[in-house]
């Protein structure tokens, strides 16, 4: 009953939005009918609109003629020069060339008039809107204002509803799973971005509408956006690496949400990854933020299958064969075991004798096993060595030091003084 009640209340939020702004539409399309500036509004606005997107072809064609023009003329004065020498053959050519070159300078006036003229259109339309926006009532601004902030909240409650319902089917299909496969992660980080990316869209368009509205022109500002980045590009050029390194990271799967990972000194479970930054949260629940420009490399943890590497040292004394038989033993224990066995996916992996210590004899072994599920089975596993070296009797060194009295006079001093100081 819950969840047909949250339905049907966002169902009625978008109706109603829906239904207000089309009332609010046909309002304003009748006032705009009893207007008679709307036509002549209408009328440059579509001219405007048109040579707009001329205009920088036009300028550029201009710019054009001009060099060319510019060419012409001191071709022009060339010959003009070696005319007057006595150059017939350049006297000749003096009224062509002279005329290429006044039609090209004439070309390249009118271009730039008419440049001039759609920027003068568009400047007349913005300023007739302006003064339409001057006249007309707050209250009504105020109402349109509501109704898109209104539907925006109608949009955001449906995108929070299918990202909830697309979770819960994510959470429901890998339920009777041990741990989260590879698709099952990529369709919970792909929810994440979706929702962020969604969100932004949804306030950043209800903003820009809303400031519309009470009058604050954004076109130029938008407009600007190329300048200002560039002013900025220093500064900018951070976050448009950020993005570039985030959309390489989703795109091949580097890592995904519940994810361990690795990035420079830095580690811990993936929380959230989106196109600027990567969350991560330590064992000690710390929560850390990285760009994903500052990510040059990337360990994993947890990608498909895990492993758990041990290095036990026992003493000299030990026979190592026997050791190792007594560990193969515990594994295979363990991967029998009802409740750690099915953490293991392949039995346990003995490499042999890897290094002579100072005091001990180190065996290299690992075991594969589940994704995130290689510090449960080591430390049950230690847990299982210790017991059994105890039973057995098989030391496992410490650091200790022997003392050597020797046979010297003196050293049998000390140890009668000793002797005598502890009765």
């Known amino acids: 009953m819950k969840k047909m009640y949250k339905y049907l209340v966002v169902l009625l939020v978008v109706l109603g939005s829906f239904s207000v702004l089309s009332y609010a539409q046909e309002a304003q399309n009748t006032e705009k009918a009893q207007d008679p500036l709307i036509p002549i509004v209408a009328n440059i606005q579509s001219e405007a609109d048109a040579v707009l997107k001329e205009s920088k072809s036009v300028e550029r064609e201009a710019l054009l003629k001009t060099q060319a023009a510019e060419v012409a003329k001191e071709e022009y004065e060339g010959l003009k020069k070696q005319a007057k020498e006595g150059d017939k053959e350049a006297k000749g050519k003096l009224p062509t060339l002279e005329e290429k070159f006044k039609t090209l300078q004439k070309e390249a006036n009118n271009l730039m008039d008419k440049a001039q003229l759609a920027k003068k259109k568009a400047e007349l339309y913005q300023t007739i809107k302006a003064e339409q926006r001057a006249n007309e009532n707050f209250q009504s601004r105020l109402i349109k204002a509501a109704i898109v902030i209104g ?9 929070k509803l299918i ?13 009777n799973s041990l741990h989260e496969s590879d698709t099952v992660q990529r369709l919970r980080t792909f929810s994440r971005l979706i929702y962020w990316v969604g969100s932004i869209i949804i306030v950043g368009t209800v903003i820009y509408l809303t400031l519309d509205y009470f009058g604050f022109n954004l076109t130029p500002l938008l407009a600007g956006a190329g300048i200002v980045g560039l002013s900025f590009g220093f500064g900018g050029q951070y976050l448009i690496r950020d993005i570039i390194s985030g959309i390489f990271i989703l795109a091949e799967g580097q890592f995904h949400i519940n994810d361990v990972i690795k990035i420079n000194d830095l580690g811990g479970l993936v929380e959230d990854v989106n196109l600027r930054v990567t969350k991560l949260r330590d064992l000690e629940g710390r929560v850390i933020y990285i760009p994903n420009g500052e990510i040059k490399a990337v360990i994993n943890y947890t990608q ?5 590497l041990f290095n ?10 026997h050791v190792m038989e007594v560990i193969v033993s515990l594994g295979k224990e363990m991967r029998e075991d009802k409740e750690f066995g099915k953490y293991l996916l392949e039995d346990l992996d003995m490499l042999g004798v890897d290094d002579f210590g100072s005091s001990q004899v180190t065996i290299k072994f690992f075991i594969k096993t589940l994704p995130l599920k290689q510090w449960t089975v080591a430390r049950e596993f230690k847990r299982r060595i210790k017991n059994k070296f105890d039973e057995l009797g098989i030391e496992i060194p410490f650091p ?3 003392m050597y009295w020797g046979t010297g006079q003196d050293n049998d001093f000390f140890k009668n003084y000793f002797e005598q100081s502890t009765k």
């Open 151 to 159: 539907i925006g909240f109608a949009f955001f409650l449906v995108l």
């Open 304 to 308: 498909e299958w895990s492993r758990a």
């Open 312 to 321: 036990v040292g026992v003493a000299y004394k030990e026979n190592v064969d």
């Open 163 to 175: 990202m909830v319902q697309l979770n819960r089917f994510i959470t429901k299909s890998n339920e």
């Open 400 to 402: 200790h030091q022997t």
